[in-house]
């Protein structure tokens, strides 16, 4: 079972608009959230995080929103730019030993 | 910054082989992490170490082993490579004890290793 699921697995937006990239998890009692981005042939690189006691969390151009009681997250970047294309994953510390639990990924393809 | 480094970024090995991936990370970090990367599942725990000579199965643990001799080394090892073992390994470090849940980990820039 998918605790944490990105349903999009791609996602294509012009350059200068808003990418919004969603997750959804199914424990409401995860308390801890994160987004890493990732290029081919690289490992993932943090990017922003987010705990339960907040619903937004903003950084730069990047913006994360936390919606508890849909169990849902979300990023946003704006402006996109094509710098920004790569495999998005949201990830959630599930309360065992500093645990991360991944969802899938979304590809984000930022057109000129 | 943090620096996880990998011994190998591409490895080819054959069925049968015992594989040995090496990780090492320079900021003292308590925690470390084995993932595997494959299309369409995401990253996926293999095992994990709080601490030296400590190891905790992840979720698909089968088929791997792990070392933990030094804190800032640990190694993933496969007993007797299979193709559907073919993926890229990621190594991560984190620094807070075991038990915190403000959780971020660093990573290393992967092995992709291919078994025939």
């Known amino acids: 079972d998918q605790q944490v699921k990105q349903n999009s697995p791609s996602l294509s937006v012009q350059e200068g608009r808003i990418s919004i990239l969603n997750c959804d998890y199914t424990?409401?009692?995860?308390?801890?959230f994160l987004w890493y981005k990732k290029y081919p042939a690289e490992g993932p690189t943090f990017l922003i995080s987010i705990s339960s006691i907040k619903d937004k969390n903003e950084d730069g151009r990047f913006t994360v929103f936390l919606n508890k009681s849909a169990k849902h997250l979300s990023l946003h970047i704006v402006p996109s730019q094509p710098g920004d294309s790569a495999v998005y994953f949201c990830?959630?510390?599930?309360?065992?030993?500093?645990?991360?639990?991944f969802g899938t990924g979304t590809r984000l393809q930022v057109t000129l | 910054d943090v620096k996880v480094t990998q011994s190998s970024r591409y490895l080819v090995k054959r069925t049968g082989e015992k594989v040995f991936l090496e990780c090492v990370q320079d900021m003292d970090h308590e925690n470390m992490f084995w993932y595997r990367q494959d299309p369409g599942l995401g990253l996926r725990l293999i095992y994990f170490?709080?601490?030296?000579?400590?190891?905790e199965k992840g979720d698909i643990p089968e088929g791997y082993s792990v070392s933990r001799e030094k804190k800032e080394r640990f190694s993933l090892i496969l007993e007797s490579a299979s193709t559907n073992q073919t993926s890229m390994y990621l190594c991560?470090?984190?620094?807070?004890?075991?038990?915190?849940?403000?959780?971020?980990?660093?990573f290393g820039p992967g092995t992709r290793l291919l078994v025939l």
């Open positions: 170490s709080y601490d030296v000579k400590m190891k």
């Open positions: 990830a959630v510390n599930t309360g065992t030993a500093s645990k991360l639990t």
């Open positions: 991560a470090s984190s620094l807070f004890p075991s038990g915190s849940t403000q959780e971020t980990q660093y």
């Open positions: 424990n409401s009692m995860f308390d801890y």
